[in-house]
């Protein structure tokens, strides 16, 4: 049992950092929030090349053979970095197509010539199954997508990208919205007992959560040490290193039950745990953490925080965004509740609870 | 990174398992006074006679000098077993006997540590005074060398189950002309010396859990000062340290197991409304599914912080978040506990197996004891996040 990151995913990281800070990061983000800039496919080609979209597929596969790990540490340097851009549908679309067998769009997919976009079914109002994708959805950056990706805990599938130019700007001012019916059957389909594609891409949302909560808490904590006030530096005041404090702490707590849950899931049962509880929970905690430590970095900051210019606002929208997908915080009381035994007979005998 | 144990990790297990199944006491554990140190004891010594006492301390002392793994893997059949509440074993066998071992000399280990781990001495804290709480610096009972003996006068305040203890370990000052920090003494005292009166304070939650310590020229020999006189601080902090650090690796573990039985309980109750089940109110699931998920987050923060142990070999002042982070949850625990009861749980009962209430009021005390909130977030903040002091 180690569950501390290794020296590859250690380098993983590095160099997905290098590559968003120069390429894809607030820079980007604030330059595509302002209609400056797009990111393009030659954008998406370089990402590709490095090998983001098949990160988990196997080698024979055309992906590069690592582990879910190694993806979230990409994912979680993407969160970091706010990076604009349609990258989590993609690495999904990829897996779908894949290990779907639509080899056309697999080619596509994996080197990013092939765009896809998210579509989150509006709950109650839509249907998806192998053969069918009807009802009300929720996409995001439609305009110049060839297809869209739909993942429900039963089955994901592609399905051709419907006209989205009637997309509007989201909270998160990078990426575009668009609620609209479809009436589709699909191109590609994975049903989740040949691949937990649902909770991969679960725990990738929760990773990108994590790591923006990561860089909020580093933007509250550098400005607490040098922004004055009264003579002294904020961070010396108890209302302030109280806050930043508890952005540490659930931004700690949100990343090792992520790595917990990611493990749990890689381990392809050997571990015994229920995994659509931990996945769950995984992302609750990482949603709350990146919602949470939106609200402190602006507070932190005071005005300047809730500036355009400023990171917050690009954080603070993304994980809006990110936190309703996968069925949003409803589907993660459900699931979490679910992973109960509710007729274990063991769990009203233990005499936790007292206080020493 | 592996989240799998060892195969000789598992053996440990199944073997744990094995004994913990057929030898953990099925007597509910009494709640106070010498009945429940009796109880405390009798149990320590059960797991010491079975070789599960101590599964990391070194085999010199009396342990398995098993690693932290080991010893999480303990914990989580003990929870697993619903093995008794350590109860007033806490403080010598969880943090103040780990901290002889890395402090203490030879002769002051072979003392105490094995008594300790056969449940023969039950120790108490005296850290805070009346006038020196989260300020723990600006403590005054003195300590004045006379001879081969250390002479105390002062009084000490909050010591859990000091009426029952054998051992109170102090911090004294022994030096005032010294800088605050300087001049204390980390100091272990016989509770039965004359000069010593005990004195139980009633708690809100209707127990006598912890005691005024007053001393009036206690004598205490000179070869009970650990760590050097006048080191104290030092001393202090690695107590702390691991109080805050792995001595709480139990509760974390089986905290899961009491939101578990709340769960149940939620779901054979009525809703707030009357209709339904308690647990399909969206409020009361939500705050479960909350604390459900904190449970499994407590587990993956001591997975994470004994991996870094494992490898560096000594617990951080991230300790501090995860004793704030299971205080608060068990908070939040007693208040959704409340909720789910309604109107029909406000008798007060004090053993958690019949009621909750009793729960609900002892936790008050968990974002106080072993630090208060503010110093531990005091403490992530400076000596985790690097801001001003």
């Not at chain 1, 820079?27 to 370089?46: E, N």
């Not at chain 1, 080899?103 to 109650?124: F, H, I, K, N």
């Amino acid at each position: 049992m180690d569950v501390l990151a290794d020296a590859d995913q250690a380098e993983i990281t590095a160099l997905a950092r290098e590559f968003l800070t120069e390429r894809l990061g607030p820079d980007q983000a604030h330059a595509v929030a302002d209609g400056r800039a797009v990111v393009d496919a030659a954008l998406l080609g370089r990402a590709a090349e490095l090998g983001w979209f098949g990160l988990g597929l196997p080698e024979s596969r055309g992906g590069a053979g690592y582990g879910l790990l190694e993806e979230i540490a990409v994912f979680r340097e993407i969160g970091r970095a706010v990076s604009p851009g349609p990258l989590l549908p993609m690495v999904l679309a990829a897996r779908i197509a894949v290990l779907g067998g639509a080899d056309s769009q697999a080619e596509g997919l994996l080197s990013g010539t092939l765009r896809a976009a998210w579509a989150e079914p509006v709950p109650g109002a839509a249907t998806v199954t192998a053969e069918r994708v009807s009802g009300r959805f929720a996409s995001f950056d439609p305009e110049r997508a060839d297809v869209l990706v739909v993942v429900t805990p039963e089955v994901a599938v592609l399905v051709p990208a419907p006209d989205g130019s009637a997309a509007v700007p989201s909270v998160d001012p990078t990426i575009s919205t668009l609620v609209a019916e479809l009436e589709v059957a699909p191109l590609a389909v994975l049903p989740a007992d040949a691949d937990p594609v649902y909770l991969r891409g679960l725990l990738l949302s929760a990773a990108a959560l994590v790591g923006s909560a990561q860089r909020t808490t580093e933007m509250a904590v550098e400005h607490a040490g040098t922004r004055e006030a009264f003579g002294r530096p904020i961070g010396t005041y108890q209302a302030i290193k109280h806050r930043c404090a508890d952005m540490w702490m659930r931004t700690q707590a949100a990343d090792a039950h992520l790595v917990y849950a990611a493990l749990a899931l890689d381990s392809g049962g050997k571990v015994e745990a229920d995994l659509p509880g931990l996945a769950h929970g995984a992302r609750s905690l990482a949603a709350e953490a990146a919602a949470r430590n939106g609200e402190a970095v602006v507070q932190v900051h005071g005005a300047m925080g809730y500036t355009w210019e400023h990171d917050s606002g690009l954080h603070i929208g993304r994980a809006e965004v990110l936190r309703r997908w996968f069925g949003g915080p409803a589907a993660d009381v459900d699931a979490v509740l679910a992973s109960v035994p509710l007729s274990d007979p063991r769990t009203t005998i233990s005499q936790a609870g007292e206080t020493p | 990174m592996d989240l799998a144990f060892s195969p000789e990790d598992e053996r440990f297990r199944e073997q744990a398992r094995d004994w913990l199944a057929t030898n953990v006491p099925r007597d509910p554990r009494p709640q106070e006074g010498p009945e429940m140190r009796e109880f405390d004891s009798a149990w320590q010594r059960r797991q010491f006679d079975g070789g599960w006492a101590g599964v990391s301390w070194p085999t010199e002392h009396g342990g398995l000098g098993l690693s932290t793994v080991r010893q999480l893997i303990w914990h989580e059949e003990y929870a697993r077993a619903g093995a008794p509440y350590i109860g007033s074993l806490f403080s010598a066998v969880n943090y103040g006997g780990p901290a002889l071992t890395i402090e203490g000399t030879p002769e002051q280990q072979a003392a105490h540590l094995p008594r300790i781990l056969r449940g023969e001495e039950v120790w108490s804290q005296g850290f805070s005074e009346p006038e020196a709480g989260s300020d723990l610096a600006g403590l005054r009972t003195r300590g004045v060398v006379d001879g081969d003996e250390l002479v105390v006068t002062g009084q000490k305040i909050w010591s859990s189950y000091a009426q029952i203890a054998d051992f109170h370990f102090c911090l004294v000052r022994t030096d005032p002309e010294r800088p605050r920090h300087k001049g204390l003494t980390w100091v272990l005292i016989d509770l039965r010396s004359p000069g010593i009166t005990v004195r139980p304070i009633k708690t809100m939650a209707r127990d006598l859990h912890f005691c005024e310590v007053f001393y009036d020229e206690a004598r205490v020999p000179l070869g009970n000062v650990v760590g050097g006189l006048h080191n104290g601080w030092k001393v202090a902090m690695s107590t702390l340290t691991l109080e805050r650090g792995t001595a709480f690796m139990a509760d974390q573990v089986s905290f899961e197991r009491t939101v578990d039985a709340l769960v149940v309980e939620a779901a054979s109750r009525p809703g707030p409304r009357g209709t339904g089940r308690a647990l399909d109110d969206a409020g009361v699931a939500r705050q479960l599914a909350d604390l459900k998920t904190v449970a499994g987050a407590l587990r993956s923060l001591s997975y994470r912080s004994i991996s870094t142990l494992e490898r560096t070999g000594a617990p951080g002042p991230e300790g501090s978040m995860m004793r704030l982070y299971l205080g608060e949850a068990n908070q939040r625990l007693g208040r959704a506990a409340m909720d789910v009861l309604g109107v029909e749980g406000l008798a007060f009962v004090a053993h958690w197996r019949k009621g909750w209430s009793g729960h609900w009021l002892r936790h008050f005390a968990s974002t106080i004891g072993a630090g208060t909130a503010e110093i531990q977030r005091n403490v992530v903040g400076e000596r985790v996040l690097g801001l001003p002091r």
